[in-house]
């Protein structure tokens, strides 16, 4: 019981009390990968550790097994002498409710989402088809249109997409910037780590943690595709071409490099600050770590105790 209260307690906390934790500095600004997987990181944290809590009522550990026999013999000892003489093993049933409740409620989420998105991008799809006329020079599809926008379609038929508008508004090295930026995207899967976020947040709509996750993960997920960009144009050019589409409409399943974030990312190529040190990077990656591990340590606190008093016999 002990380990199902630290985990809950744990739970609550990181998620209410992360989004500021993760948010201090302007470190995730200047490691942008490093911060979308931070943020990834402490969601996974939250969610392992209350699913843990209901694993840990079904099966309370509190011996030390020595190998993979003994752990099942053990499991099963344990659940006898636990709930063999109650009727209804309450505490057991809440568990896996709440283990398998939570589970299925993230899974049928995820379905849900993949599924909007799959077919969001087939409609589209089909509408660029009739619409769209393809650039091979480009390597992207042409839409006229008047308003100056550069999006992504992702998916197994992945494409760029800029308009007439665009193409008028943007000169030769504007236009290759915003073309890496969008690819960037399509390289680095990035639409996944978008609609995970979103799919957490629709399903826990009411945990501060996760509705910053799915901000603060889209936001960063436009900085890694800025600095993308960044590498093989100067970043002058890459802040022109963000102002010209930055009143570009993104649609449903897509991502695009315009929106509400861009006039902010203008400022962070034109004053960019210096990237973070090894020993920075290096502690955040030792965070990241300590937020993975921790749910599962405090899960199986009781059978590390019990190790250590079979093991460890210390004499004073």
């Given at each position: 019981m002990t380990a199902t209260a630290a985990l809950l307690v744990y739970a609550?906390?990181?998620?209410?009390?992360?989004?500021?934790?993760?948010?201090?500095?302007?470190?995730?600004?200047?490691?942008?990968?490093?911060?979308?997987?931070?943020?990834?990181?402490?969601?996974?944290?939250?969610?392992?550790?209350?699913?843990?809590?209901?694993?840990?009522?079904v099966v309370p550990i509190a011996q030390a097994p020595h190998g993979l026999a003994d752990l099942l013999a053990a499991c099963r000892m344990m659940i006898r002498a636990h709930y063999e003489n109650t009727p209804q093993p309450i505490g057991a049933y809440g568990g896996l409710a709440v283990a398998g409740g939570i589970t299925l409620w993230i899974i049928g989420h995820v379905l849900v989402m993949v599924v909007t998105i799959v077919v969001q991008r087939r409609r589209h799809l089909r509408v660029l088809m009739m619409v769209a006329r393809p650039r091979p020079d480009l390597d992207a599809m042409?839409?006229?249109?008047?308003?100056?926008?550069?999006?992504?379609?992702?998916?197994?038929?992945?494409?760029?997409?800029?308009?007439?508008?665009?193409?008028?508004?943007?000169d030769a090295d504007q236009l290759s910037a915003v073309l890496a930026h969008e690819r960037a995207h399509l390289r680095g899967r990035h639409a996944m780590a978008v609609n995970l976020a979103m799919a957490v947040n629709r399903a826990f709509p009411a945990v501060p943690l996760f509705?910053?996750?799915?901000?603060?993960?889209?936001?960063?997920?436009?900085?890694?595709?800025?600095?993308?960009?960044?590498?093989?144009?100067?970043?002058?050019?890459?802040?022109?071409?963000?102002?010209?589409?930055?009143?570009?409409?993104?649609?449903?399943?897509?991502?695009?490099?315009?929106?509400?974030?861009?006039?902010?990312?203008?400022?962070?190529?034109?004053?960019?600050?210096?990237?973070?040190?090894?020993t920075a990077r290096l502690t955040g990656a030792i965070g990241i770590g300590l937020l993975a591990a921790l749910p599962l340590t405090l899960a199986l606190n009781p059978a590390i105790t019990a190790v250590i008093e079979q093991h460890c016999h210390l004499t004073f």
């Open positions: 609550v906390v990181l998620g209410t009390l992360g989004p500021r934790l993760l948010r201090l500095g302007s470190w995730a600004e200047r490691a942008p990968r490093l911060g979308v997987i931070a943020w990834q990181a402490a969601t996974a944290s939250v969610l392992g550790a209350v699913i843990l809590a209901g694993l840990a009522l042409v839409i006229e249109h008047d308003e100056p926008l550069a999006y992504c379609l992702p998916g197994r038929h992945r494409c760029v997409v800029v308009s007439s508008g665009a193409l008028a508004g943007l509705r910053a996750a799915r901000a603060e993960i889209s936001r960063l997920i436009e900085l890694l595709a800025d600095d993308v960009a960044a590498r093989t144009h100067d970043r002058t050019t890459v802040a022109a071409a963000l102002v010209t589409v930055a009143s570009g409409r993104t649609p449903a399943a897509a991502l695009g490099a315009g929106g509400g974030t861009a006039l902010l990312r203008v400022r962070r190529m034109l004053a960019p600050s210096n990237p973070l040190s090894r």
